[in-house]
């Protein structure tokens, strides 16, 4: 049976984390499994992590493994008597330094990073944006501020800058000792959570060495001023709506989150929407019909992939709310719409000769009655540059590198098979001829387009089209 063209990234979790219930959830649609390294232990991580490698096994199909660091996570302090009420116009002072435990008039807020760049008129956000401070006047160890929209206040709560750009390195000392365990695991992605710049990328990618991909979680107004830049240098995207939707208005992210996934697709990136698609689904068996309608609505854009979070990971219904989202995607694919939807958005290759191939492979199998596209591909771009074009027909990702083969799973419309390796066209030929009938994407005697690059095994060089019958 085939599967939908747009993949499911489920994140593991207390719910989740056995044999039998992660079985059951790439049986109901799973692609891609995030490991969330905000909670957990590395025990809880190493064993899920086997877990989804043996079921991996056997199953025969790549799976991906996503680590998702916990970034750089800004609080104030504790307070004396428990949780203050914060009155609108009243004057509320943050110190760097702690003289004891705050009140209703002052708080410890630990980081020299946040008064470094703090100015008048600047305003910070308190617990996910329910309370709004506006700087007065400020120092490199103390701000005075005026509250804007007041409320009840406890210990150590998340602070948000949405105005500026703060002087973080994107990698605290957790991520470090977090993404050196996940790499040692052998995760195949790693998000970088509160990328502000192109510059974040570089650490974690001079860090990992190729052993595994980047995902740029873009969560920041400082990310979306900075957006060309980091596609330049990440590998994917993730649009991380939570954080997002604190530090800029609700209204504004829909708009954003379409502007993302189109600059994704012009490039070829893989990009995943995420947080809070089927929330309700938590404590319920059945979505909201505002939820079924959100991951819809990243499908018929393109999305290479919708995520779950807590719905997976901690929820009364992790198998559930994979099956669902399998249905809404399966159903908006059947759309007439979605492939209208899909042709309009489309943009034209890049003047480059892998670009140049991926359309004309795209052109070929509107011309011809094509089954399946194959992509014989060693770094996995040769499949990415046809699934960047949307084909109608699915992809075959095929090749010799099983991490290849796991990374592709995050990709729109590629089955990723890892196969033998092969020294000649025409062993390639037939390997593609007789796999594509034996993963059930063609029948004998129908058409294959087949992209790849030569000499095999060098990354970066598709170069060849080829046109056959399947075996």
């Not at 702690?98 to 002052?106: I, R």
């Not at 005075?144 to 800058?161: A, E, F, P, W």
């Not at 042709?343 to 359309?359: C, L």
């Not at 083969?405 to 000649?424: F, K, N």
Request: proline fraction near 5%; charged fraction near 20%; glycine fraction near 8%.
């Amino acid at each position: 049976m085939l599967h939908s063209q747009a993949k499911i990234v489920a994140t593991l979790g207390p719910a989740s984390g056995d044999r039998a219930t992660i079985e059951a959830l790439v049986r109901a649609g799973a692609d891609v499994f995030r490991l969330n390294f905000s909670h957990g232990s590395y025990e809880d991580h190493r064993a899920r992590y086997a877990t989804v490698r043996a079921v991996e096994a056997e199953l025969g199909r790549p799976l991906g493994v996503l680590l998702d660091l916990q970034g750089p996570k800004l609080r104030i302090g504790t307070f004396a008597a428990g949780p203050v009420t914060l009155q609108e116009g009243a004057e509320f002072r943050l110190d760097l330094q702690s003289d004891g435990p705050g009140d209703a008039t002052h708080v410890q807020l630990p980081h020299p990073q946040i008064f470094a760049a703090l100015a008048p008129g600047v305003e910070l956000l308190l617990d996910d944006g329910r309370i709004r401070l506006q700087v007065l006047r400020c120092s490199a160890d103390q701000a005075h501020t005026r509250v804007v929209n007041g409320g009840l206040l406890s210990d150590r709560k998340g602070v948000n800058v949405p105005g500026v750009v703060l002087p973080l390195s994107a990698l605290t000392d957790k991520d470090r000792a977090d993404l050196d365990f996940g790499l040692s695991l052998g995760v195949d992605w790693v998000a970088l959570s509160f990328v502000q710049r192109a510059e974040d990328i570089a650490e974690v990618r001079a860090i990992a060495q190729g052993r595994a991909a980047i995902v740029a979680k873009l969560e920041k107004p400082a990310a979306i001023d900075a957006l060309e830049s980091i596609l330049a240098v990440t590998d994917a995207v993730m649009v991380a709506r939570g954080d997002l939707g604190v530090e800029m208005p609700a209204e504004q992210v829909p708009a954003i989150q379409k502007r993302i996934v189109r600059a994704c697709r012009r490039r070829g990136l893989p990009v995943i929407v995420a947080t809070q698609m089927l929330e309700s689904m938590v404590s319920a068996p059945v979505p909201t019909r505002a939820e079924a309608s959100d991951v819809a609505t990243a499908i018929y854009d393109g999305a290479d992939a919708v995520m779950l979070s807590a719905e997976s990971a901690s929820g009364r219904y992790p198998r559930e709310s994979v099956a669902m989202m399998a249905r809404i995607i399966a159903q908006t694919e059947a759309d007439p719409h979605y492939r209208d939807a899909l042709d309009a958005s489309h943009t034209p290759a890049g003047a480059n000769s892998a670009d140049a191939i991926g359309s004309a492979a795209r052109s070929v199998a509107g011309l011809l009655d094509v089954a399946a596209m194959v992509a014989y591909t060693s770094s996995g771009a040769s499949a990415l540059r046809i699934a960047r074009e949307r084909p109608r027909a699915p992809i075959l990702g095929m090749t010799p590198s099983l991490a290849t083969a796991r990374r592709l799973a995050l990709a729109w419309g590629v089955y990723p098979v890892h196969c033998a390796d092969v020294a000649s066209v025409a062993e390639m030929t037939q390997l593609a001829q007789q796999t594509a009938v034996a993963q059930g994407l063609a029948q004998p005697g129908q058409t294959l387009v087949i992209a790849a690059g030569l000499p095999f095994g060098t990354s970066g060089t598709t170069n060849l089209l080829h046109i056959a019958q399947a075996l």
